[in-house]
């Protein structure tokens, strides 16, 4: 390798959702370009392959004193930054959705002191649309932003939220670099799908901002004028009540729930429709891996979803909550083959122009390469 290594920690929720396959990614990548990856989280995230070179997994584990009646995933954090910080010699620790991590990463820097690392922080989504909205966690989560080295957020979109949410000063420097895709794993399917049914899809972490029984709405709508399933792939809080719900409206035979585990790229690249009804959403990434797997998109025309997805392009952009409206794009693209055709070429001609992983990691690259070089520079001051 002729460029120097770095030594690069990684802290990332290891729940199913779009950071941790963000901060999976980007690791795997750096990995592969010769350079020391460290995560640290409660588990693997699901997409960290640990058998990669140059990938090591530090899990954060809580610890229960019997003196205290809480446990705190941030003190253990921080203690396992501390450790990985000096064990590893890391020159940076890239913080993937600000609470609590940046929290952590603020105190094992005070901790550290000189021989600390640099910290990049990527917003995501909820740690600044609902988490830094909320009058109590903001000032600490502004706090905590501003202690970082370096900002990035996926979308244009979510870096205007953050300076309006947490009150981030205009001269603070958000970099914008959009999520991405691995184009070569997400691709359509080689052969022409033959099924007489129709396929609807969503994958998410089932929370309520998810408004997945808009998805069952629409299906329903759907399923009651020609043959289709719907496939939901991912799990969380609001799975009972949508089991609840697609059992009442009769569907039960129509609606497969993949959980968590599933093959999302072979899933999508089997769908006609991918649904994302969200009520806010910072990028998609559901979206964008399906448009890689040539599957046009119906969402909710909302936070960073027409950075991804071109209405009328790529799929169709719809106000929040009209199921109707959502319901009639899906049909046109079930109806009008020629239509979802191109459609589905655009989709996939769109991921691998604007949306390509590589370019990406070489962007975080050499924002990790700035601020690092930032703390070579300030420190010989
Ligand atoms: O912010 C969240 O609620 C969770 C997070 C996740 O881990 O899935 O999702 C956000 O980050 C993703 C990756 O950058 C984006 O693709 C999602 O749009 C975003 N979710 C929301 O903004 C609700």
């Known amino acids: ?39 640290l989280s409660d588990k693997p995230p699901a997409r960290l392959d640990l058998s990669c070179p140059n990938i090591s997994f530090h899990a954060v584990a809580t610890l229960n004193y019997p003196v205290s009646a809480q446990s705190s995933y941030v003190l253990a954090l921080a203690a396992e930054m501390i450790d990985v ?11 993937h959705y600000a609470v609590p991590h940046a929290i952590g990463a603020y105190l094992a820097r005070q901790v550290l002191g000189a021989a600390a690392p640099k910290v990049l922080i990527t917003l995501h989504g909820t740690d600044v649309t609902r988490i830094g909205a909320d009058p109590k966690l903001s000032s600490l989560t502004r706090f905590a932003v501003l202690a970082g080295d370096s900002i990035t957020a996926p979308s244009g979109w979510l ?3 953050a300076y309006r949410n947490l009150g981030l000063p205009r001269e603070t420097s958000i970099e914008v670099i959009p999520n991405f895709v691995d184009t070569h794993r997400f691709c359509p399917s080689r052969s022409e799908v033959t099924s007489a049914e129709r396929i609807l899809t969503h994958v998410s972490n089932f929370r309520p901002l998810k408004r997945i029984e808009d998805v069952v709405r629409i299906f329903a709508r759907i ?27 009769g569907l039960a035979d129509n609606v497969k729930f993949f959980g968590e585990g599933a093959d999302v790229a072979e899933i999508l690249r089997c769908s006609d429709v991918f649904l994302l009804p969200s009520e806010t959403e910072s990028f998609g990434l559901g979206a964008l ?5 040539g599957v046009p998109v119906v969402a909710s025309n909302v936070g960073g979803l027409p950075e991804v997805v071109q209405d009328g392009e790529t799929g169709f952009l719809v106000p929040v909550g009209n199921v109707e409206e959502m319901a009639r794009q899906v049909r046109r693209l079930l109806t009008d083959r020629d239509l979802h055709a191109r459609m589905s070429r655009a989709a996939r001609s769109r991921a691998e122009t604007h ?27």
């Open 1 to 39: 390798m002729s460029v120097a290594q770095l030594r690069i920690g990684v802290a990332c929720f290891s729940t199913f959702g779009g950071s941790g396959v963000i901060a999976s990614e980007i690791g795997m990548s750096m990995a592969r370009r010769g350079h020391r990856v460290a995560f």
């Open 85 to 95: 910080a000096q064990k590893e010699r890391l020159d940076l620790l890239h913080i």
């Open 159 to 161: 870096a205007e939220q």
């Open 223 to 249: 399923r009651s004028e020609m043959p289709a399933r719907l496939h939901l792939v991912g799990d969380g809080p609001e799975r009972p009540r949508v089991e609840e719900l697609v059992h009442s409206l």
């Open 289 to 293: 891996e399906a448009m890689a797997c």
């Open 355 to 381: 949306f390509q992983l590589e370019p990406a990691v070489d962007r975080y690259q050499a924002a990790y390469r700035r601020a690092i070089s930032a703390r070579a520079s300030s420190s010989t001051r």
